[in-house]
C-alpha cells in the first residue's frame, strides 16, 4: 500500500511561512490527485487544498491567497507551501490521495504558529 512521508513542519511566528514536503513510495502516483489534509487538537481532518494530476488546484476558503500546492511527479513529491501564517492553522499536516484516502496516513508534519 502506498504511504506518504511528510516533512517541513516546524514552530513559526503569525505572519512567517512555512513550506510542507509529502513524498510517495508507488508507480501510480503521477496519475492521481493528491491533498494536503489537517488536523487540529480536537477537531476532525480537513482538506486544505489539493493537486490533480493535471496540475489544476483547488483551495479550502481559508488557504486561498496564502498557500500554494504544487506537485512534482518525477519525484512523487506534493508541496505545500503556506504564507501569512495565522495561530488557527496550527495543526498536524497530512496528505493523501483525492478523494480516495487510498492510502496509509504517514506521521504528518506538525505545524504550531505562535501569535
Known amino acids: 500500500q502506498v504511504q506518504f512521508v511528510e516533512s517541513g513542519g516546524g514552530l513559526v511566528q503569525a505572519g512567517g511561512p512555512l513550506r510542507l514536503s509529502c513524498t510517495a513510495s508507488?508507480?501510480?502516483?503521477?496519475?492521481?490527485?493528491v491533498g494536503w489534509y489537517r488536523q487540529a487538537p480536537g477537531n476532525q481532518r480537513e482538506l486544505v487544498a489539493l493537486?490533480?494530476?493535471?496540475?489544476?488546484?483547488i483551495y479550502a476558503d481559508f488557504a486561498k491567497g496564502r498557500f500554494t500546492i504544487s506537485r512534482d511527479n518525477a519525484k512523487n513529491t506534493v508541496y505545500l507551501q503556506m504564507n501569512s501564517l495565522k495561530p488557527e492553522d496550527t495543526a498536524v499536516y497530512y496528505c493523501?490521495?483525492?478523494?480516495?484516502?487510498?492510502?496509509?496516513w504517514g506521521q504528518g508534519a506538525q505545524v504550531a504558529v505562535s501569535s
Open positions: 493523501n490521495f483525492f478523494p480516495s484516502l487510498s492510502a496509509s
Open positions: 508507488g508507480s501510480t502516483f503521477s496519475l492521481k490527485a
Open positions: 493537486v490533480r494530476s493535471s496540475g489544476a488546484t
